[in-house]
């Protein structure tokens, strides 16, 4: 199987990119973060602090996601329902940051990323894809952009939901979040040895497309 690996903070452009080379190649595209976001939500639901990893941890085998591609489009389901919309909203983002640092989450997380990667081509996008999840994975990219054209992207991306965000809130956001994301003890946010890293800060999503292509387009000859 060829797999390959999309690590980057928040807002650097995984996930567009992600999306583009799997329609690009015919292949997988397996949305990582999705999958925090999904138990992130489900605490959030439970009213179960995520800063408490004991009760985290508890209720963590109680969690029901399952990933299904309807469309060749990826969506997560909590315990039978679609919430692949309602893990947008920005209030999760720091919830699925803070409850990715847990171990054992990572772990149950990680084994389901493995397992799907194992049985398809596919192109998996995260923070710790390369380093962790799939260190053997065929090519290794990793994305950055400045904190500011990171926090703009995504004032724009909630705008086009209808979310409007004030823009020093949402960069103040992506600097806390970079920062625990980079220092948490396990598997943290970080930048493979093998990784050809690419700054999108002042790329169009093209630009950032057509490097990528011509780095993977050797391996699906």
């Known amino acids: 199987m060829i797999n390959i690996a999309i690590d980057g903070p928040a ?98 997380l990680v084994e389901m990323q493995r397992k799907i990667a194992s049985q398809n081509d596919c192109v998996l996008d995260g923070r710790d894809i390369g380093t962790y999840v799939l260190p053997s994975a065929a090519l290794k990219i990793f994305l950055i952009a400045t904190p500011e054209v990171r926090a703009k992207r995504r004032k724009e991306e909630l705008a086009q939901n209808g979310i409007e965000v004030e823009y020093d809130d949402l960069l103040n956001e992506i600097k806390a979040r970079d920062l625990q994301d980079s220092t948490r003890s396990f598997a943290p946010l970080k930048k493979a040895d093998d ?10 999503i093209e630009d950032t497309f057509k490097q990528a292509v011509n780095l993977a387009s050797k391996f699906f000859k």
């Open 11 to 108: 807002g650097s452009g995984k996930s567009t990119l992600a999306k583009n080379i799997a329609k690009e190649f015919n292949i997988l595209y397996l949305d990582t973060g999705a999958m925090y976001r999904t138990i992130a939500l489900a605490m959030k639901q439970n009213n179960i602090d995520v800063n408490n990893e004991k009760l985290v941890v508890e209720h963590l085998n109680k969690v029901n996601l399952e990933i299904k591609y309807i469309n060749s489009a990826q969506h997560v389901f909590l315990d039978g329902v679609d919430v692949s919309k309602d893990i947008r909203a920005n209030e999760i983002s720091m919830l699925a940051s803070t409850v990715s640092k847990i171990k054992l989450v990572r772990k149950k």
């Open 195 to 204: 990784a050809i890293e690419i700054d999108t800060s002042n790329n169009t």
